[in-house]
């Protein structure tokens, strides 16, 4: 409504008490009790897009959203199948939500390697069309992509100024800082420095992700609660400094719960993504 607002909020995705996705009401309702009680404003539904049960209690409760076409971790979006299957699926969702009140950012993928222009084969020509797409079918909200900076040291994945040009909002994955005290050296400062390197753009800049394992009632290092919850304090100082000196405008914690996902088969995940603030 023409005033300046400050997204705070997490990635969340509608998963019950045992972590499987649901995308019923009871479920949606639950979820939106969980942001409500973290006092965030504000949700990342990445990945896919969400249940349309929990778009409409977002809209009625007042938690802004984020919601993202299904492009995330493929090399090779630029083949016609996948960019043309991307694109049904961002058209879907723009034609399912463009009158719900609680969106306000579309986003056309996450983490898709080869975004440099100098590769031969490059993603680039996707994340274009499907931001112009997107803008041109809803002009009224803010387009973005993430998945620049991700990565836990000095390794970058950059944002070429292609695709910066087309887009609303500078998103960024990161999780520099996780394994510090790990016999490693301490790298979360990184985080201030990739933000410093993006205020040169003059767009509005967020951390889409960032975060930490923890399994309930772990005491050690690797995977311990004590262990996210000093992360998550640096990770609140980064965001209070980032906000006074005016280099970042949002944040989205990954993620609100722990969720079942076949990718994560370690010792302590036992098939789940243990980034969650809650269990």
């Not at 209690?57 to 919601?67: N, P, Q, T, V, Y």
């Not at 290092?221 to 000093?230: L, S």
């Given at each position: 409504?023409?005033?300046?607002?400050?997204?705070?909020?997490?990635?969340?995705?509608?998963?019950?008490?045992?972590?499987?996705?649901?995308?019923?009401?009871?479920?949606?309702?639950?979820?939106?009790?969980?942001?409500?009680?973290?006092?965030?404003?504000?949700?990342?539904?990445?990945?896919?897009?969400p249940?349309?049960?929990?778009?409409?209690?977002?809209?009625?409760?007042?938690?802004?959203?984020?919601?993202e076409?299904?492009?995330?971790?493929?090399?090779?979006?630029?083949?016609l199948?996948?960019?043309?299957?991307?694109?049904?699926?961002?058209?879907?969702?723009?034609?399912?939500?463009?009158?719900?009140?609680?969106?306000?950012?579309?986003?056309?993928?996450?983490?898709?390697?080869?975004?440099?222009?100098?590769?031969?084969?490059?993603?680039?020509?996707?994340?274009?069309?499907?931001?112009?797409?997107?803008?041109?079918?809803?002009?009224?909200?803010?387009?973005?992509?993430?998945?620049?900076?991700?990565?836990?040291?000095?390794?970058?994945?950059?944002?070429?100024?292609?695709?910066?040009?087309?887009?609303?909002?500078?998103?960024?994955?990161?999780?520099?800082?996780?394994?510090?005290?790990?016999?490693?050296?301490?790298?979360?400062?990184?985080?201030?420095?990739?933000?410093?390197?993006?205020?040169?753009?003059?767009?509005?800049?967020?951390?889409?992700?960032?975060?930490?394992?923890?399994?309930?009632?772990?005491?050690g290092?690797?995977?311990?609660?004590?262990?996210?919850?000093?992360f998550m304090?640096?990770?609140?100082?980064?965001?209070?400094?980032?906000?006074?000196?005016?280099?970042?405008?949002?944040?989205?914690?990954?993620?609100?719960?722990?969720?079942?996902?076949?990718?994560?088969?370690?010792?302590?995940?036992?098939?789940y993504?243990r980034?969650?603030?809650?269990?």
């Open positions: 409504n023409g005033r300046d607002i400050v997204l705070k909020g997490v990635a969340a995705w509608t998963a019950d008490e045992r972590g499987l996705f649901s995308i019923g009401k009871e479920t949606s309702e639950k979820t939106v009790d969980l942001l409500k009680d973290l006092h965030a404003n504000f949700a990342r539904a990445g990945h896919c897009p249940s349309r049960d929990f778009v409409k209690e977002c809209d009625r409760r007042g938690i802004l959203l984020w919601l076409t299904p492009a995330y971790w493929i090399d090779d979006m630029q083949r199948a996948r960019t043309k299957n991307a694109l049904n699926a961002l058209s879907s969702m723009l034609i399912e939500y463009r009158n719900s009140p609680s969106v306000v950012i579309w986003s056309v993928g996450n983490e898709c390697l080869r975004i440099y222009q100098s590769e031969i084969q490059n993603n680039l020509p996707y994340f274009i069309e499907a931001a112009e797409f997107a803008r041109e079918h809803d002009p009224s909200r803010l387009v973005a992509f993430t998945g620049g900076f991700e990565g836990t040291g000095e390794e970058n994945v950059e944002y070429p100024k292609l695709l910066i040009d087309k887009l609303d909002v500078i998103a960024i994955n990161t999780y520099a800082g996780i394994n510090d005290g790990n016999y490693e050296p301490p790298v979360f400062d990184l985080n201030y420095k990739k933000l410093e390197m993006l205020s040169e753009y003059e767009k509005p800049v967020m951390f889409a992700e960032i975060g930490i394992d923890a399994v309930l009632g772990e005491k290092f690797d995977f311990g609660e004590q262990r996210q919850a000093d304090v640096k990770v609140m100082k980064l965001f209070e400094d980032s906000l006074k000196n005016g280099k970042i405008q949002g944040l989205s914690v990954f993620a609100l719960t722990d969720f079942r996902t076949p990718l994560k088969l370690g010792r302590y995940q036992k098939g993504n980034k969650g603030l809650l269990t």
